[in-house]
């Protein structure tokens, strides 16, 4: 696709990357930057390859954007519980056991599969391909809310926010083993690789990434178990489940981070200490997600309420429902 545009007398000179972006709707400023450097910009008719190109009165500057080429993954028709799509993105409710991306082991069945056959011709080359921008994940088995790109600017836009953490409001829910005292806190720590077990993370006193949790009791779950609401103020791999098991309250069906069976279960009774210890993933959900639309501007809010296995666990640990 051809995009021209004609420099306006009058106009302050600035550098061409700039100018395209703003002009051109749904090319960040990085994917002009590459475009421009591939040798896809003409001004007045001669090839440009820099970037910092001042663009002056009377300049005719052409752009050409080569089509989006097809995305690696193969798209896979699946059922998506979506919350909100608009041009820009999308918001979904991730099942527990939904890979988020392509990886060995995992080429075919992921969310990024199933966003493609969704989404079709809907995702506006990002990179230069036809694929969703990915901005932040949640763990194979942590259910919850999920916001992907459909254009590159909204990709650079998120991007940005979940890195900076600037107008980003995060809440999970988690059942954590024990009681919370106090019943609201921080947990800090840095968090880096475990020199022992290379897939765990763990808190470490020199290196890793500075990594701070809060959290805040929301309901006791007899004297075995609690569930919890937690805000993040940094993201790192694995977090809550570092945190929460490096100060003694692992979550209720961790498979990496809960490696024996805790003190509080000793004294349950039996149907609710089967329960949780039978529970097949960490207890651990995305329950909202705010974002400013990167379009727009507006503020947005989405929620996903509990899945049902996390809703019944709650119900079998509750100690009406256990006496």
């Not at 999308?90 to 992921?110: F, R, S």
């Not at 791999?237 to 209720?252: D, E, K, S, W």
Request: aromatic share 4%; with cysteine; net charge positive.
């Amino acid at each position: 696709m051809s995009h021209q545009f004609i420099a306006q007398p009058g106009m302050e000179p600035q550098r061409v990357d700039r100018y395209l972006a703003e002009k051109l709707d749904g090319l960040s400023r990085s994917r002009t930057k590459a475009l421009i450097e591939q040798g896809h910009l003409r001004c007045n008719g001669q090839t440009v390859t820099d970037p910092a190109m001042m663009v002056r009165p009377g300049h005719t500057i052409t752009l050409e954007v080569p089509p989006a080429a097809p995305a690696t993954p193969r798209a896979e028709a699946m059922a998506l519980d979506i919350i909100h799509e608009d041009d820009d993105l999308i918001v979904i409710n991730k099942p527990a056991g939904l890979v988020v991306h392509p990886a060995p082991g995992h080429e075919n069945g992921t969310l990024v599969n199933a966003l493609l056959a969704h989404c079709g011709e809907g995702f506006m080359g990002i990179g230069g391909e036809k694929r969703p921008g990915i901005v932040h994940r949640l763990d194979k088995d942590t259910s919850g809310v999920m916001v992907v790109a459909k254009t590159e600017r909204a990709h650079h836009a998120l991007s940005e926010t979940f890195a900076t953490r600037r107008e980003l409001e995060r809440r999970y829910l988690a059942v954590a083993w024990g009681q919370m005292v106090p019943l609201e806190g921080d947990y800090e720590g840095n968090i880096g690789r475990d020199k022992r077990d290379r897939k765990r993370m763990a808190v470490v006193e020199r290196g890793g990434k500075e990594a701070r949790t809060h959290y805040e009791t929301v309901e006791r779950l007899g004297t075995a178990a609690t569930l919890v609401a937690c805000r993040l103020a940094t993201g790192r791999t694995h977090q809550i489940r570092v945190h929460f098991a490096h100060n003694g309250h692992p979550l209720v069906g961790d498979p990496l981070y809960l490696r024996r069976i805790p003190a509080p279960a000793r004294a349950m009774a039996s149907a609710p200490k089967a329960a949780a210890l039978d529970f097949p993933r960490q207890a651990l959900h995305a329950a909202s997600l705010g974002f400013r639309h990167p379009r727009t501007g507006e503020m947005m809010h989405f929620t996903a309420p509990l899945p049902p296995d996390m809703e019944k666990l709650l119900a079998a640990l509750r100690p009406s429902q256990t006496a």
